[in-house]
């Protein structure tokens, strides 16, 4: 899929581990590694803004677009 | 409630079990009577009925006080008993393919009925297996009717009554239609199941 999420690389910028953003952002964290993993078809804008404001950032910091 | 509908779920997949077994046990004995009647050359019944229209020449009248009937045709089937090896051969390819079409309506029954208990019946292979379910439902009786006209057409050719004229009929046209309906009822199942099982996996993928 050309999105990439870069979840892993704002995660270790931020220092904070699988389960405490599952936690923060109040997700599963079943759910979160299938977002983390690429495994996700689509994400909710509450999730999303959920993630930005726990890890603060841009959605652009977390969806990458790449063209193979 | 989800215990009784998981037990009549279960009840459902044994009796679908046991037909499967008899279909088994049907289908050797039709291949076993097969070979044995054609090492042996014996005289076989046909098993299937041959359906014919009689068509009597001479009208018989049929009559009473207030009323007269004239009965010129009359609608039955024909039950051969044949030593020829063709005719034996399509009655038993003829119930060979009928059982095998119908234990395998049974054992993908079995399948379907399988998931429901497992608690999962939304998966794309249910979708798939509905839609072969229709196939067997549309095209098996259509073949099998079909083949059967054009085989008694060839055998009452051979016939001599006095008085009537045997004409072929085509077998169960009502059940015929009845039997393409379900099937194109089934294929918008199938359609529907594999629609639906699509939207489930990525509600199920939406984080």
């Known amino acids: 899929m050309p999105i990439r999420i870069n979840l892993d690389v704002m995660m270790a910028k931020r220092k904070i581990s699988l389960n405490e953003l599952a936690e923060k952002v109040g997700i599963t964290q079943a759910n979160l590694s299938i977002l983390k993993n690429e495994k996700a078809k689509a994400i909710r804008f509450s999730t999303l803004e959920k993630l930005c404001e726990v890890l603060e950032c841009q959605p652009g910091d977390i969806l990458e677009h790449k063209v193979d | ?207």
């Open chain 2, 1 to 207: 409630m989800k215990k009784i509908r998981n037990l009549s779920a279960k009840t459902i997949y044994g009796f679908l079990s046991i037909a499967l077994g008899m279909c088994f046990a049907n289908l050797a004995a039709s291949i076993g009577l097969l070979i044995y009647s054609l090492i042996y050359k014996m005289q076989l019944p046909s098993i299937t009925e041959l359906p014919v229209l009689m068509r009597i020449n001479n009208h018989t009248f049929l009559q009473d006080i207030n009323q007269t009937a004239i009965v010129s045709r009359i609608q039955g089937s024909l039950l051969l008993v044949s030593s020829s090896t063709g005719i034996k051969l399509f009655t038993s390819i003829y119930q060979i393919v009928l059982i095998i079409s119908t234990g395998l309506c049974l054992w993908i029954m079995r399948k379907i009925i399988w998931t429901v208990i497992q608690g999962e019946p939304f998966v794309p292979q249910n979708g798939k297996r509905i839609k072969v379910l229709a196939m067997i439902v549309i095209f098996v009786p259509l073949i099998l009717q079909v083949s059967a006209y054009f085989v008694t057409k060839n055998v009452i050719t051979q016939l001599n009554f006095i008085d009537t004229t045997l004409d072929a009929e085509l077998m169960g046209r009502s059940t015929l239609i009845v039997c393409i309906f379900s099937g194109l009822l089934l294929f918008v199942i199938s359609e529907v199941f594999r629609i639906g099982t699509s939207l489930k996996e990525e509600q199920e993928l939406t984080v």
